[in-house]
Structure formats: structure tokens, C-alpha cells
């Protein structure tokens, strides 16, 4: 399992480096990098996975410490799960190398598929929670790289902001309900949480609210529901990995695995149940409104993830024996679906329903899986869309009477749009043409073995779920023990006699009819019908109340001129002296004796201060300045840091030589016209600046409790094996903060170099899409040029 996860990673690196000389042949390593998640379906199959049987458990050191480890956990949900990833990863992987192009940048697509697909293996087998949660959020940034890869186009830009943001918010709370559920359950591994010890625990209630906002966020639950539809700007191959089994699929995980935590509370099921089936109905409204293909599966993903939602919110043996069963189900005739819009995009140039007509002359073959697809989505026998929906409909009879109203609408409005597309195989054949009325393609064929092969193993898989159904109830049955259902009796069968749910399919099947017999009128009613209030409004709201906000603050604050930012600094530095004495009001205790060594030292740090104060020539400012710093480094020296002493001379002596480069533009010293009042002020403020840094040094001197600094030198030679204090303590005792200080100047880096290159000579601009300025960014940049001196 660790090979599993670690071997994409490292295929990344590899494929990076490889795809200069090998191009899209890079896309057969790519496929390699899924081997080990596919080979984990010998475990799967074994009896490891059976009720009673130890599920597979790795350990790898990680902060060992602080008891952090990546321990991976072969469950068979997991396995089931990770094996179902490997697939379409590597199915994924072989159809882009037929589906992109030549001028296609390589050396990043495929390191950034591979890093998503480990990411996602990561998720499914952890068992540290911790661990959980980085790969939780390497999915949100590597779906962020996959969903802008063609970041010349605006659509994909937003796409991509859209769905980190909106992950990155799902992520903040899964981080939120890790550490509570830790902190209650008292281990950072699921395996091993005392679930008496969390259901009793009043941080239960805030655990369950927070995982439930990450689920939705990442399975594009109303009202977050919005950036999957965006995300369709991917490349199609990206787009059939991210929608069938990877990223919409992480929130369903999440869901299903911590179901069994917070399964007991009626919250869990009232939240998740009505909250999945609106999304299921609303998707499946959108997608009967859209007119390109790509759209179309989009918000039928929205609806199909609103379906497994509800199910798995059931927290039943039923609900979840289901909700596993579709979820099979809906990765293979899901992936085959994109992929088969996929070769239409490819060889007839567009996607658009209105376009497209008789295409199954053209592309037989294409025809044929798409029906086996699309008939598996509609739920129609005999394929496997059809068994898993009938368990649908059981599972909310029992719900209520009410879910399952929705349910069968919701489903009628599936059977609808998928009549509308496969419906643009049949009528007469009328070749794609552009707005102003030129063919698309000259010539449209049959496409390649290369991207006919992934999506009809894909429908395959879905026509034998359906004629086989122990298959699929076999594979279903692997997640069994993990997820409480082993002692279900219910199977899989095409037939099972005269039932309720048999009864509600042919509702469904009339109102589709009747649906597409008048789907002009209710495509004129879906044009027409305009809610007040959406999501992307929402979102476009927030958005800019946020910049409006930020440009206000900065206006009031960045650009006032430098006296008035400076008065509000040392008003800053009183307050935090005043709150350090309230805080540690032994700070006038006595101190004890000052060395007189540090008597000149001190008196050369005032001299130089109060010298810049009184100069009135800009080099003798500048030389007054640099004794400041050179007396701070005597100051080392005598407290015996030498090593801070020269970083200090060193920092000092760049400085200074900086000041005097540009001394020919330094502005000259002018007197600052002041009242008597602002100059009381003024005194007052500089006043309570010194005494109030002074009171917070002294304060975090004198300390409630027994000071830290002995377990540093201490320990510092035989925890960190250094003989100098400092550098251990940065290195080792204070790591992450070193470690973020790195991070963030690397990031200043980068973003240097980009703005070396923005607008470089030799690279084609191939959009323009510049966003006006905002009123009060224009007010900014007018106030900042008034105050310029």
C-alpha cells in the first residue's frame, strides 16, 4: 500500500524529466505509475477482506517524535476504492497519449496526473488522520493545477480559483473536525478512536458540522456545487479522472468512512439525506438545460454525487450496500461517458448538442459504447445503472415519503438528458459547422484504437455488472466489514419480481417520456426560469465584497502618508505593553544587577537613536543608523552569540552599502509641518511606544511559570546532537517555523521570477481578458499618487 501511494510521486519526478524527449509517449509511464494501486487487487480478493479477517497494515516513520506516522490501512473499502482509482488513472493516462496534442506540455500534465493520483490513494488508505488531511489537501492543489493546465483561457483560470477556493474551505474544516475528533477520541488514527469516548464528548456535535462542510465542499453539495461545473475546462481525460472516481468521489469517502462515527446521531442523516437529494434534483434539472455534452455529464455528476450522498447518509447496512454498489457503477459508465465526448470533441470539433446530428453512421463504434453508457446512467436494463437504482428507490421507501418523491423526479430528469445525449447519434447525419456556417472538420471517422479501447473496457464493465450481477455484488461485498453492511442480506439481481421500487422505475420511465415529448417547452421554461438567488452570485458577491474590503483597508491604512502609519505603530506597541503588564503585573519585581559591560553598550545604542533623531543631513542619518546595528552586535558579542553577532555585522554592513548606493535619491530632510497639539501627541505616542516595548521585554522575562529556555540547553546537544543552541533551535525545536519561513521565501521567489517573465519578448499572448478595475482600487491608486512626495 505505501508503494502504492509513494510510486505515483516518485513517477512524477520521473515523467517530468522524460517528457522533454519522450512527448506524449510520456502518457505509458504515467499508466506504469498506477501499477501498484492496481496490483492491490490481489488482497482485495483475498480473505483479509472478509468479516473477521486483520485488515493489511503498514507503518511508515514520519515525525516518530510526535508520534506521527503514515500508517496505511488495507480495509476493504479502501482497497476497493484504491484498485478503482489505479483504473481509470491508468485508463486516463493511455487515452490522453491519443487525445492531446503534440504542442500539449507534457512535462506537466503528466507529473500533475500522477501527483493527483497519488494524492488520492494517499486519502483512501490512510488511517492517520493527520496524514488524511495533507492529502486532502494535495488533491486541492493538485485538481488546481489539472483544472487550469490550459491557463491562457479564462474559463479554465476561473475553474481552477474557483475549485481551490471552495476546496481550500472544505479543507480548513476537515482540519478543524481532525483535531477534535484526536482530542475526544484521544488517537489520531480511526482505527484506533475511542468512538464511546467521542459520542459523549461535547466536541462531538462541532466534529460532526465541520466534516460535513468538508464533504460538501469536495463532493459539490449545494450550494458548493458550483465549481464542478467549471472544472469541466480540463482536458477531457483530467475531467474523466476528477468526476468518476478521484476528486468529487473524496467527499463520498469521507462520508462513508466517518458514517460510522457519526452514524448514531439523528444530525448526521437529517443534514446529509435531504441536503443529497436536492442536490441530485438540482443537477439533474441543470443538466437537462445544458447544450454542450461536457456540461451535461458535469451537473449530471453533481446529481449522481447527490444520490451516493443520500445514500451513504442513510447510515444503514442498506444505505450502504447501495451507495457502494452505484459507486461502482458510476465510475465506469461515468469515465467511459467523458471519454466518449471526448472522441466527438476530437474528430468532429465540437461539443455542442445543437450542432450535432446522425453522428452513428460516422462513429459506429462510438455509438455503440456511448448507448451502454448512457442507458447504465439512465438506470435502464440490463445494465448495472439499472440494479443500483432499484436499490436506490428501496433504500427511500424506507426514508420516507417525501425522498422518495424527489428521488423519482430527480431520476426522470436523468433518464431525460441522457436521451438528449445520445440523440445526437440518430436523425439525419448534418456535418458540425462553425457560427458562420463552415464545416468544423472536413472529414469525420471512426476514431483510433487509442480512444476507443479506455471507455469500451469502461461500458464493458458496466454491461457485465448488469448481465452478471454477482460481479458486481462480489466487488460490492469487499467493502462489507469495513462499512458495517457484511450481514446484508439483499443482492444483486435484474429481476426481482413485482416490487415497489419496480413500480416506481416505470413512474419514472412515464415522466421521462413525457419529458422528452415536450422538451421544447421545458427548455423554453429551464431559458426563462431565472432564480434571484444562486451560487455564483453568491460567490461573485463574496468575491467582491472581499476586494472591496481589502481595497478600503488599504486605502485607510497602506496608503496613508509615512508620520500617520508610523503614529499608528507606536500606538500599537503602548497597547501591547499595557496588555503584557496586566497579563504579568510582577514586571516592577526587581530586577537583578545589571553588568555594568553592558553600560556603554547601552548608551551607544541611545547615542545613535537619538542622533538619527536630531540629524538634519542624510549621511550622517545613514552612518547613525549603521551604530545602531554595530551597537546591537557588540551587544551579542557580550551576551556570548557570536554567531548572531556576525549575522548581525553582516546584515549591518549590506545596509549601510545599500544606503549609500542610492544616497543620490534618497529625498532630502524637510521639516514636517506640525501643530503644537500633533507634536504633544507625538511625544506621547514615541513615549508609550518605548515604555511599552520595554514593559513586554521585561514582562516576557518575568514569567508566571518556570521559563522554557533550561530544556533548550539541556537538551539541544543530546535530543538535537548541536553543540549550538541557537542553530538547534531553529532547526529542530523550532522546524515548522523555519520550515514556513522557507516556504514563504521561496514563494517570494517565484513569484519574482514570474513577474520577470510576465511579458516577455517572444511569447504569444493567445488571450486578453483584463478585469476593469474596481471604483475602489482606482480611489487607491489616485489617493497613492497624491501623497507621492
Known amino acids: 500500500m505505501t508503494l502504492a501511494v509513494l510510486f505515483p510521486l516518485i513517477m512524477a519526478a520521473v515523467c517530468a524529466v522524460l517528457a522533454r524527449w519522450l512527448g506524449r509517449r510520456t502518457g505509458y509511464l504515467t499508466a506504469l505509475g498506477f501499477l501498484p494501486a492496481l496490483l492491490l487487487a490481489v488482497p482485495l480478493a483475498g480473505n483479509t477482506v472478509e468479516v473477521g479477517g486483520t485488515p493489511l497494515s503498514q507503518v511508515t516513520r514520519w515525525v516518530p517524535e510526535l508520534g506521527l506516522n503514515f500508517v496505511f490501512r488495507g480495509d476493504g473499502f479502501s482497497l476497493l476504492f484504491a484498485v478503482l482509482i489505479g483504473v481509470i488513472g491508468a485508463l486516463a493516462s493511455l487515452y490522453s497519449v491519443a487525445y492531446l496534442s503534440e504542442r500539449e506540455r507534457f512535462g506537466r500534465f503528466y507529473p500533475y496526473l500522477l501527483l493527483f493520483g497519488g494524492s488520492m490513494l494517499g486519502l483512501v488508505l490512510s488511517d492517520n488522520m493527520i496524514a488524511l488531511f495533507a492529502f486532502w489537501e494535495m488533491t486541492s492543489v493538485t485538481s488546481f493545477l489539472l483544472i487550469g493546465l490550459w491557463h491562457t483561457r479564462s474559463a479554465a483560470r476561473d475553474g ?350 412515464g415522466l421521462a417520456a413525457l419529458l422528452v415529448w415536450q422538451a421544447a417547452r421545458v427548455y423554453f421554461l429551464q431559458v426563462h426560469l431565472e432564480f434571484p438567488i444562486s451560487s455564483n452570485r453568491m460567490y461573485r458577491g463574496v468575491l467582491d465584497g472581499l476586494e472591496t474590503l481589502s481595497s478600503r483597508v488599504i486605502a485607510g491604512t497602506q496608503g496613508l502618508a509615512l508620520p500617520d502609519q508610523l503614529r499608528i505603530t507606536l500606538a500599537a506597541a503602548g497597547v501591547m505593553g499595557g496588555y503584557a503588564v496586566w497579563r504579568a503585573p510582577q514586571v516592577f519585581q526587581p530586577l537583578e544587577a545589571v553588568p555594568l559591560s553592558t553600560l556603554p553598550i547601552a548608551v551607544l545604542l541611545v547615542a545613535g537613536a537619538l542622533g538619527v533623531l536630531l540629524s538634519r543631513n542624510r549621511l550622517t542619518a545613514v552612518v547613525l543608523t549603521g551604530l545602531t546595528g554595530f551597537g546591537s552586535a557588540v551587544a551579542f558579542l557580550a551576551m556570548r552569540a557570536p554567531d548572531l553577532a556576525l549575522t548581525q555585522l553582516l546584515i549591518e554592513a549590506v545596509t549601510v552599502i545599500l544606503f549609500l548606493l542610492v544616497f543620490r535619491y534618497l529625498p532630502g530632510f524637510r521639516s514636517l509641518p506640525r501643530g503644537r497639539a500633533r507634536q504633544v501627541i507625538d511625544v506621547g505616542l514615541a513615549g508609550a511606544a518605548g515604555i511599552g516595548t520595554t514593559l513586554l521585554i521585561l514582562a516576557s522575562i518575568r514569567f508566571l511559570s518556570p521559563p522554557i529556555s533550561p530544556y533548550y540547553l539541556d537538551n539541544a546537544y543530546k535530543g538535537g546532537g548541536g553543540k549550538n543552541v541557537v542553530n538547534v533551535i531553529l532547526v529542530d525545536f523550532r522546524g515548522w517555523d523555519t520550515l514556513g519561513e522557507i516556504m514563504v521565501v521561496a514563494m517570494v521567489a517565484l513569484a519574482v521570477v514570474g513577474l520577470v517573465r510576465v511579458g516577455r519578448r517572444g511569447e504569444a499572448q493567445t488571450e486578453k481578458d483584463t478585469a476593469p478595475a474596481s471604483p475602489d482600487l482606482l480611489e487607491l491608486q489616485k489617493s497613492l499618487q497624491k501623497r507621492q512626495p
Open 160 to 509: 481552477a480559483i474557483k475549485a481551490f477556493l471552495i476546496s481550500a474551505l472544505g479543507g480548513l474544516g476537515l482540519l478543524a473536525a481532525v483535531a477534535l475528533l484526536s482530542v475526544a477520541g484521544g488517537s489520531t488514527l480511526l482505527s484506533e478512536l475511542d468512538l464511546d469516548a467521542v459520542r459523549a464528548s461535547p466536541l462531538f456535535i462541532p466534529a460532526l458540522l465541520l466534516t460535513l462542510l468538508a464533504a460538501c465542499t469536495k463532493s459539490a453539495q449545494l450550494p458548493f456545487h458550483l465549481w464542478l461545473p467549471t472544472a469541466m475546462e480540463a482536458p477531457t481525460p483530467v475531467s474523466a479522472f476528477l468526476h468518476s472516481a478521484t476528486m468529487v468521489k473524496a467527499g463520498v469517502v469521507l462520508v462513508a468512512k466517518f458514517g460510522l462515527i457519526f452514524g448514531t446521531s439523528a444530525l448526521w442523516g437529517g443534514i446529509i439525506v435531504p441536503l443529497g437529494l436536492a442536490t441530485m434534483f438540482w443537477g439533474s434539472w441543470r443538466a437537462l438545460k445544458q447544450t454542450d455534452l461536457k456540461a451535461l455529464l458535469a451537473f449530471s455528476t453533481v446529481s449522481q454525487l447527490g444520490l451516493l450522498m443520500a445514500l451513504y447518509g442513510l447510515a444503514d447496512a442498506e444505505g450502504r450496500f447501495a451507495a457502494t454498489a452505484h459507486l461502482l457503477n458510476h465510475a465506469a459508465f461515468k469515465a467511459a461517458l467523458f471519454f466518449v465526448v471526448g472522441i466527438i470533441d476530437h474528430e468532429t470539433g465540437t461539443r455542442e448538442t445543437f450542432r450535432l446530428s446522425g453522428l452513428r453512421g460516422k462513429l459506429p463504434l462510438t455509438f455503440a459504447v456511448a448507448l451502454i453508457a448512457t442507458l447504465s446512467m439512465a438506470g435502464l436494463p440490463p445494465l448495472g445503472g439499472f440494479i443500483s437504482k432499484e436499490l436506490f428507490y428501496e433504500a427511500m421507501i424506507h426514508a420516507g415519503p417525501g425522498f422518495i418523491a424527489v428521488a423519482v423526479i430527480g431520476s426522470a430528469f436523468t433518464l431525460a438528458y441522457c436521451a438528449r445525449l445520445i440523440g445526437i447519434f440518430f436523425g439525419d447525419f448534418r456535418a458540425p459547422e462553425d457560427d458562420s456556417g463552415q464545416p468544423l472538420k472536413p472529414h469525420i471517422h471512426e476514431a483510433g484504437p487509442g480512444l476507443l479501447l479506455p471507455p469500451a473496457l469502461l461500458a464493458g464493465a458496466a454491461l457485465l455488472f448488469g448481465l452478471f450481477p454477482a460481479t458486481a455484488e462480489w466487488l460490492t461485498r469487499r467493502a462489507g466489514a469495513a462499512l458495517a453492511f457484511a450481514g446484508y442480506e439483499g443482492h444483486l439481481y435484474l429481476w426481482h419480481g413485482v416490487t415497489p421500487a419496480l413500480l416506481l422505475t416505470l413512474l419514472t420511465w
